[in-house]
Nanobody
Framework: QVQLVESGGGLVQPGGSLRLSCAASGSIFSTHAMGWYRQAPGNKRELVADISSGGITNYADSVKGRFTISRDNAKNTVYLQMNNLKPEDTAVYYC?????????????WGQGTQVTVSS
């Protein structure tokens, strides 16, 4: 099994910044793509950004130019630097990763961390 633990959420004013972190642990043979999703009340969960094992990144149009995803492969950790935050960024942010364990390759999810952008 793989555990994903997120940290870094909180309350921030519009225009502010937050940095989310997600550390994976467990019986991991290899780590593939990792990413961040978010879900606001009444909305579907949506992709925010993801990053391949080789460092190729992909962003939702709504966050391009404001958010940056990165990873530390040695630590099995993915980060999301969020700048110029807007009220519409308010959501629960979930970490996702695809891992190979002795049971095969599958996706795992973190428990979520709340990000609230409000004055």
């Amino acid at each position: 099994q793989v555990q994903l633990v997120e940290s870094g959420g909180g309350l921030v004013q519009p225009g502010g910044s937050l940095r989310l972190s997600c550390a994976a642990s467990g019986s991991i043979f290899s780590t593939h793509a990792m990413g961040w999703y978010r879900q606001a009340p009444g909305n579907k969960r949506e992709l925010v950004a993801d990053i391949s094992s080789g460092g190729i990144t992909n962003y939702a149009d709504s966050v391009k130019g404001r958010f940056t995803i990165s990873r530390d492969n040695a630590k099995n950790t993915v980060y999301l630097q969020m700048n110029n935050l807007k009220p519409e960024d308010t959501a629960v942010y979930y970490c996702n990763g695809r891992f190979t364990t002795f049971r095969g390759t599958r996706d795992f999810w973190g428990q979520g961390t709340q990000v609230t952008v409000s004055s």
